[in-house]
């Protein structure tokens, strides 16, 4: 996959989950510039890019929907996580209030105690790392009314309470540390699709889906609009059958 977006290579530990950022065991972090690269391309095929919500039906600890909600907080509105595993739901609560103030500055305070008590230079640089994290998104901060992040499996139903979803990117289970878990029967992708397609934005949105390059990606109600490679993984591009294909 050629970088279309993010083209320079930047210095993304400040999400690095062992300074505030947590991440749940067996729940792999999702590479920061890779991710970025994703959302920019999604917001490229959307009409309008201000205001708009996001939602991972996969998020594991919400690491990676976290990151969106610090590097793309000015366009963001509304950020929805759901996963079936209730310890990983547990981690991905305390990531998501990260993009609240309050939740961000008592991290900060965290850090601060415990810098006091230790004075070392990990914990340290952790608070310098909250700081330019609170930093990245003063004015467009979120509050409590527009996280949603609730333990749902996705391959059953469509979460009740989401609607008009712009953009949609996840990255499926696959490998040895992560594996579909909840109805198994069937195609789990493809019932995955057809309850995400009830809570789309039909005249704005867009799905990404990360996956091992030996997942099929298609669904009846989507036309796939871009499907990039890198390294083992793919990524698949869709957008809903009535939202105008454009180019």
Aim: a positive charge.
């Amino acid at each position: 996959m050629e970088f279309k977006f993010e083209r320079v290579k930047k210095d993304y530990s400040d999400f690095s989950s062992d300074k505030v950022l947590v991440n749940a065991p067996q729940t792999p972090a999702f590479p920061v510039r890779i991710a970025s690269e994703i959302m920019s391309r999604c917001l490229s095929y959307l009409k309008s890019k201000n205001n708009i919500s996001i939602y991972d039906p996969c998020c594991g600890a919400a690491h990676l929907l976290t990151v969106l909600g610090f590097l793309y907080s000015t366009n963001l509105n509304k950020v929805y996580g759901t996963d079936i595993d209730d310890k990983a739901i547990q981690y991905a609560h305390q990531n998501l209030n990260f993009l609240t103030s309050d939740g961000l500055m008592q991290k900060t305070r965290e850090l601060k105690t415990r810098y006091n008590n230790l004075s070392n230079t990990f914990n340290e640089k952790s608070i310098q790392s909250s700081e330019r994290l609170a930093a990245m998104i003063r004015g467009s901060e979120k509050t409590q009314n527009n996280i949603c992040c609730k333990r749902w499996d996705i391959t059953s139903s469509t979460p009740p309470s989401f609607q008009r979803v712009n953009v949609v990117i996840t990255d499926l289970p696959y490998g040895n540390m992560t594996c579909w878990e909840g109805n198994k029967s069937g195609n789990p992708i493809n019932k995955m699709l057809s309850n995400i397609y009830e809570i789309l934005d039909l005249e704005n949105s867009i799905i990404a889906i990360i996956s091992d390059k030996q997942q099929k990606i298609k669904h009846e109600k989507f036309f796939q609009i871009k499907r990039l490679k890198h390294g083992k993984r793919q990524f698949t591009f869709l957008k809903p059958m009535n939202d105008e294909v454009e180019s």
